[in-house]
DNA sequence: AGAGATATCTGACTAAAGTCAGGCATTATG
DNA sequence: CATAATGCCTGACTTTAGTCAGATATCTCT
């Protein structure tokens, strides 16, 4: 470790602190303390228990007791039992509440659009973000069954085809490529799955049946910024562990020695490479898998 | 400006701020409210005058009367009234302050090496966080004269050497290039530049007199994180104007047509191609300019 | 059913941060 | 040289955050 690298860290944080410290004091300019615009944000984004929020937050029982008084007496938030165990509470927001709350959202938005209009290579001020927060927050990528037509799934998929554009000599053009249904992808011939950061889509992995036993593995993608942190490797087994789900007992799939990454992490996990088995003009190698 | 762009945002900024804001209450834990240990480290940082570090830390006068009585009485802290005006005043540590300064000091770096240490891909991580800071933080670039022998030029020129390795199809060997004594680089002969993000170097550029009218322009290089910022142009205006200081009428330069940016540079300031004037291996272009 | 654990709430605190009006030198300005 | 402005200080507040010791209701386990 170079003392360098400890400057480099420390400039870091001095030069984000200034920024994503204004988007935080945005929760004030409300009219509310900062730990009630806290609660009051931890509920909107989905946290209801109230233990849940309180270890979230790191605040004191008590504490966090009389905040959710507080905005109760607001009538922004709702407490009732939890329905399993009346020792704990669950918190909702009321109309007003969710009203406020997406007041708070617009908030960090204007703040999040104003300092990407104002920074010079926003697009690639983004992707150094992007980055940073994949790296230190890689344990909150998690894996999801979606619809292939849904629009994250979309957003991947359209990131996929420009990647190959760019990475095959002889660019790519998706009409003479064997792309499969979209019906071909969802249960119960196949299934379609994302990995999300925080929200935003990283990745993506396309398990196509055709009603028999065996199926084929197309479109794996994973964001640059997140590369190097498992996520391929956390696709393939979702979409194995939904392919023996659907009874398939066999998979499939083709690809391009340029995506020399996507090559040896098939190799890497028990993929022995076949004859070609179909005449897609862009892959030039072809495995399989039994399960 | 597409609706993902915030939400990658504000990912980014939930990621960071629980690792800077961790940082920041390190700041804790010295015995010592946040608010008295922020302006100790102001004035540690080199921040003199009250209501500078007041407008910085964003405080009431009132407030901060009161923290600076509370590190006099601690006796982390002196004050005397401004020379040049007796209204303002200017704070200093004492000895026994420089060392809870240091103290500080270390503890942020602990953090730093800390969480570098636990992140995978920490090189990675280091150059996106490079990125992001100086993009945020580009008009804290500052530019100075150094001795081309200087801890920070050395790393600047390793840095330099490293890329011309990796740029020229047969590699970079310093010993076969005209390489500048570091004599003809430091005045009266010559000078060295620098560029400075926040006490880490991020570029360089070398002048190099004979003792004559006629100068060279050496080692013109810049970061990759911060490229696109116009370091490079501002060294290179630092570099003429040192040049009009030394008497310098007329300035050479060799390059390589692999340095694509540096050739548009030139080419785009004045400078007109000339016929080689050296028998150096590498270069394979050469310009000049009149002061 | 009873003992102990768990989740939240209430009351009574303290510490830290922040606000505001006015005071006192000092400096700038007509 | 009088007057206004500036920079900092002091005293008297309020608000916010955080702590801690019970109280209460509910659940788990035997």
Redesign the pocket.
């Known amino acids: 470790m170079d003392s360098l690298a400890t400057a480099r860290f420390r400039r870091f944080a001095r030069a984000v602190t200034a920024e994503v410290g204004a988007l935080d004091t945005s929760f004030l300019g409300r009219g509310?303390?900062?730990?009630?615009?806290?609660v009051l944000n931890a509920i909107g984004a989905g946290r209801a228990?109230?233990?849940?929020i309180?270890a979230y937050l790191?605040?004191?029982?008590?504490?966090?007791?009389?905040?959710?008084?507080g905005l109760e007496e607001e009538g922004l938030v709702t407490?009732a039992?939890?329905p399993?165990?009346?020792?704990?509470?669950v918190a909702s927001l009321t109309e007003a509440g969710r009203r406020e709350f997406e007041a708070y959202e617009a908030l960090s938005d204007a703040r999040a659009v104003a300092l990407l209009e104002r920074a010079s290579h926003a697009d690639d001020l983004l992707r150094a973000m992007d980055r940073v927060a994949l790296v230190l927050g890689q344990e909150a990528i998690a894996i999801q069954e979606t619809d292939p037509t849904s629009e994250p799934a979309r957003a991947c998929l359209a990131a996929y085809y420009a990647e190959l554009a760019a990475r095959f000599a002889g660019g790519f053009d998706v009409a003479l490529s064997c792309d499969p249904e979209a019906v071909d992808m969802v249960r119960p011939r196949g299934a379609f799955l994302i990995a999300v950061a925080d929200g935003v889509p990283v990745g993506c992995v396309g398990l196509t049946g055709r009603g028999g036993p065996v199926a084929e593995i197309k479109r794996l993608w994973v964001d640059p910024a997140a590369r190097g942190l498992g996520v391929a490797k956390r696709l393939m087994q979702a979409a194995e562990s939904a392919a023996r789900d659907l009874g398939i007992r066999t998979l499939r799939l083709d690809t391009n020695s340029a995506l020399s990454e996507a090559m040896a992490l098939y190799r890497r996990s028990g993929w022995v490479e076949i004859d070609r088995f179909n005449d897609d003009p862009y892959p030039d190698h072809f495995f399989e898998k039994a399960l």
Chains 1, 2 share one sequence.
């Not at 509310?32 to 806290?38: E, Q, S, W």
């Open positions: 509310r303390p900062l730990g009630a615009a806290r228990e109230v233990g849940e309180r790191g605040l004191d029982s008590g504490l966090m007791s009389r905040l959710l008084r407490t039992p939890h399993a165990d009346a020792r704990r509470r």
